[in-house]
Every structure is written in C-alpha cells, then in structure tokens.
C-alpha cells in the first residue's frame, strides 16, 4: 500500500511516538510505502525525529501547519497537503491531531484518496473550554468526521465520548490501543539501583513518579496539594517529576511554599528511551491530569510491573483497575489520592502484586506490532 500519516508537529509525546511507530511497522513488516506529513516540531517538548530518530521514514514538512488556529496559514497548510498528497497518491490518509487531522482529512477528501483514516488521541473540546470553544471544535469535528471512512480511538472511552457528542456514528469507530516497543518496559528494573543513586534515592526511599509536561490541567497542582499529609505520614515517600513545560518556575515555588522541595525531584526534559530506566527507578506511578485520551504513562507503567494510581478520566480506568492494577480515583478527590499513595507507600508487596497483574494483563495489548496489525486490517476492509 502507500500510506500517507498526517500530524500537526512531531513533538515527544504518546500520539506521535505511536505514529512513528507505526510508520516504521508498515515498511519494514509489511513493505508499503509511506510519508510522514508533518509542520514543524515547535514548542518546549522537543522534536521527536531530531537527531535521526525517524528511523528511516521519509518525511515531508509543511512549514505552515501548526498547533494554533491562524486562518491564512491554516489555508497554507491545506493547499500544501493538497499538493504532497497529489504528488504521492496515496491509498491511505491517516490523519492524526486536531489541526493535521481536520485540514489532512478535507485535503484527502477533496482528493478523494480511496481510504482515509482518523486516530483519536484525545478530544479537541473539553469541559474546561469555554461553551463557545467546545461547540467550534465540536462543530469541526463532525464536518472532518464526514469526510473520512473510519475512525480509531486509543480507548473506548473516546469512542462513547464523540459518540455522545454527536460527532460520528459509533459503527464509524474502532478502538485501537496506542502501541509501544514494550521491550523496554520489560527490563525497566535492570539499571533501577544506579539510576536511583543518580537521582539522589536511597533503598529505603518509596519514589512515586508522574510523567507528564508541567503543563495546564496535568494535574500537578493536585499532586502537590495531597503530597503533604503523604510526606508527614511516609517520610521515606519521594516524588519524581518527569517532563519539562512552561509551569515548571511555577510549580517549583508552590512546593517549595509547601515545604516539599526536599521531597521532589524534576528531571526536565528528557528523550524517550529515558523514560523506561526513569521508570524503574519508580515504586509507583500517579496519573492525575485531568483531560486525556488515554495517557501512554499508564500502560507504560504497568508493563514495567508498576502500580498505577490515576484519576478516572477517559481511557484510564480500560488499564486502571482499582485493587488488581492500581486505584481510580474521582478527580480531584484529593484525601483519596492521599490515601491511594500512603496504601501503597506502607505496602510495598502490594504494589508489587499490582504492578505484575498489569504486566500480565497489557504487555500484548500495547505492543505497537499488535496496533499496527490492528490498524492494517482496518486499512484493507477499507480497500476492499
């Protein structure tokens, strides 16, 4: 086949590591061809393809096409993926984002390219947007969901949110999980006493990590708030930041305000072939953004035999499953976040015992080899 993927930026982030996963999949297992379309990788997350990462994938770069709306280069864009689609011709548009995936797919249809797919990650309108903001996205999503064939979702939560909203019909949909290369989550505890040393944790810390960009509505506020009575009743608890974001000055002064900057570490930005060592060196992962598809964190966790403790937003609860893979919390529940965090600071054989079952349970299901598989069935019933 030749299959084009569209995303708005090629940042460090779930949906594009999935998407360049899958790219890579399609050619050296299945032999297509494929082009990656994308703008340019702006922002403070880091560009996922610098420093030869793409692995091979031919890419061609829309310069104009961008996260924020901007009428005349939003035009820019779609005359631009007009054009790189019409000189590759392709079988398969996969658009992926809210910007990559509105114009990708209206400049796929006016080409009328035989399959065009849509993944998503998360849902462009939210509760926390203005009534306004919410019906615009919700409008644009229903005018670009009319001209696709299918949908993917990476949880079936997403699947019955746009379904309520009105956006498609649920027999448009599909629910594919966003897959990884679980190899090395598999081995995540192979470095954990030098990589805890380099942290500054000693064996008798409980580390509990959030992987997330320091960003709005990621939850770190919240973290902060129930981290107090943890630290007083588990002196021994640690927390682990990983990620970078524009909040990050912020965040630093409200724990130190707290009296927890002995208690919390920021790793910064850091690469993805990081995160599984970072990983490792964690007793448990906390999850408490509170809007999300479905947060690669968790599953990540879980495959490196970690606990999970997330908020019950989206997805999280179809990998969050209270007493056998971690807690669910309600969110901003924050005296249950605290206890959630103090169970499993004082029981460490039950984290353990957690951690295994969501190894057990979401290794195959993440594995990107089992999503690309997935997403090709969807391509040929598509083709014909």
Request: aromatic content about 8%; charged content about 20%; glycine content about 8%.
């Amino acid at each position: 086949m030749r299959i084009a993927h569209i995303i708005t930026r090629m940042i460090i982030g779930g949906a594009q590591e999935n998407t360049l996963l899958c790219c890579q999949d399609l050619i050296r297992q299945y032999g297509d061809d494929v082009l990656l379309i994308t703008g340019p990788a702006l922002g403070p997350e880091g560009d996922l393809l610098g420093q030869g990462r793409a692995g091979g994938v031919p890419l061609a770069m829309v310069p104009s096409l961008r996260r924020s709306i901007h009428p005349w280069r939003d035009i820019a864009s779609y005359r631009a993926l007009r054009r790189v689609l019409r000189d590759f011709r392709p079988d398969v548009v996969h658009t992926h984002s809210a910007k990559g995936g509105f114009l990708g797919r209206l400049a796929a249809d006016a080409l009328r390219v035989p399959a065009i797919v849509h993944t998503v990650h998360g849902a462009p309108f939210h509760p926390y947007q203005s009534w306004y903001a919410r019906q615009l996205f919700r409008w644009c999503e229903a005018y670009a969901a009319r001209r696709c064939h299918a949908i993917v979702s990476v949880a079936d939560a997403m699947t019955d949110l746009l379904v309520g909203a009105r956006v498609a019909p649920r027999e448009k949909f599909s629910t594919v999980y966003s897959g990884m290369d679980v190899e090395p989550f598999l081995q995540a505890d192979q470095h954990r006493e030098a990589i805890r040393r380099e942290l500054g944790f000693s064996d008798e810390h409980f580390v509990i990590g959030k992987i997330a960009r320091l960003f709005h509505l990621k939850g770190h506020d919240d973290l902060i708030q129930a981290a107090r009575p943890v630290v007083a009743q588990c002196p021994h608890v640690r927390f682990l930041l990983v990620g970078d974001g524009i909040l990050r000055q912020q965040l630093q002064q409200q724990i130190a305000q707290a009296g927890l900057a002995h208690a919390f570490h920021f790793t910064g930005l850091v690469p993805p072939d990081r995160v599984p060592v970072l990983l490792g060196a964690m007793d448990m992962l906390v999850h408490v953004s509170l809007r999300e598809g479905l947060a690669r964190a968790l599953p990540q966790a879980l495959i490196a035999g970690r606990p999970a403790v997330s908020y019950d937003i989206d997805g999280a609860a179809e990998v969050v499953i209270s007493g056998e893979t971690g807690y669910l919390i309600s969110p901003r529940k924050i005296n249950d976040l605290t206890a959630a965090m103090i169970r499993l600071a004082e029981d460490r054989e039950l984290g353990r015992r957690l951690g295994q079952q969501g190894r057990e349970r979401f290794t195959d299901r993440f594995d990107y080899r089992t999503m690309t598989a997935q997403l090709r069935q969807i391509y040929e019933r598509l083709l014909g």
